[in-house]
C-alpha cells in the first residue's frame, strides 16, 4: 500500500507564490511518475506537471514558465512550486503516483488565488 501525503496549499494573493509537498511512503522500492493534478470546481481533473525518476518532466501549457516540479527520489517526494499565481490556478491540488503500473492519489490539497 502506498501512501501520499500533501502539504503546502492555502490562500494567496494573485502573483504570489506556494511551494506544495507531497511525500511517499509505503512498501514502495522504486517510483516512476510523480506529479500533479488539479481540479477546480465544476471542472475536470486535469494534468498540472508530471515528472519521471529520470528527471522527464511534463507540464500544463497553462502553467508552463511559472511552475517548476522537482523530485527528491531518495525522500519519494514531489515538489511543485508555483509562481506568479493566478485566480485561475485556484483549484483542489491532488499529488499522485505511479507505482508498479498503479495510480495512488493523496487527499488533496486546496490552493485557492484571490485577484
Known amino acids: 500500500q502506498v501512501k501520499l501525503v500533501e502539504s503546502g496549499g492555502g490562500l494567496v494573493q494573485a502573483g504570489g507564490s506556494l511551494r506544495l509537498s507531497c511525500a511517499a511512503s509505503?512498501?514502495?522500492?522504486?517510483?516512476?511518475?510523480m506529479g500533479w493534478y488539479r481540479q477546480a470546481p465544476g471542472k475536470q481533473r486535469e494534468l498540472v506537471a508530471a515528472?519521471?525518476?529520470?528527471?522527464?518532466?511534463n507540464y500544463a501549457d497553462s502553467v508552463k514558465g511559472r511552475f517548476t516540479i522537482s523530485r527528491d527520489n531518495a525522500k519519494n517526494t514531489v515538489y511543485l512550486q508555483m509562481n506568479s499565481l493566478k485566480p485561475e490556478d485556484t483549484a483542489v491540488y491532488y499529488c499522485?503516483?505511479?507505482?508498479?503500473?498503479?495510480?495512488?492519489w493523496g487527499q488533496g490539497t486546496q490552493v485557492t488565488v484571490s485577484s
Open positions: 515528472a519521471t525518476s529520470s528527471g522527464s518532466t
Open positions: 499522485y503516483t505511479n507505482f508498479l503500473g498503479i495510480i495512488y
Open positions: 509505503g512498501s514502495i522500492y522504486s517510483i516512476n511518475s
